[in-house]
Nanobody, 129 residues
Framework: QVQLVESGGGSVQAGGSLRLSCAASVLTFSASCMGWFRQAPVKEREVVAKMDTYGTGFYGESVKGRFTISRDNAKNTVDLQMNNLKSEDTAMYSC???????????????????????WGQGTQVTVSE
């Protein structure tokens, strides 16, 4: 059974940094599209970043220039480095995977949360002013 486990969430002041990590098990990780999503109370889930099988990252507009996604196929991990955090970044962050997909499918702007088959439990990020 595929498992995704996030870690690294917490509380930080605005302008600070956090690094989230997602460990995947029982997954053809290197052939999987990996994404980070977030959902704040009374808001819709939104994609934060995703990375295709070639290691190319794509970002939501609100985090461009501040967040960086990376993956380590040897360790089956995907990380999200978050810098210059703002209060509006406060949310539950979850990693997700589409197993065995092409890079073009992953890269497509049409990808939605519903396309991802596997999800972690999430880790809370709270940014205070």
């Amino acid at each position: 059974q595929v498992q995704l486990v996030e870690s690294g969430g917490g509380s930080v002041q605005a302008g600070g940094s956090l690094r989230l990590s997602c460990a995947a098990s029982v997954l053809t990780f290197s052939a999987s599209c990996m994404g980070w999503f977030r959902q704040a109370p009374v808001k819709e889930r939104e994609v934060v970043a995703k990375m295709d099988t070639y290691g190319t990252g794509f970002y939501g507009e609100s985090v461009k220039g501040r967040f960086t996604i990376s993956r380590d196929n040897a360790k089956n991990t995907v990380d999200l480095q978050m810098n210059n955090l703002k209060s509006e970044d406060t949310a539950m962050y979850s990693c997700a995977a589409i197993r065995g997909t092409s890079s073009s499918y992953c890269r497509s702007p049409d990808r939605r949360a519903g396309d991802y088959s596997y999800w972690g439990q999430g880790t809370q990020v709270t940014v205070s002013e």
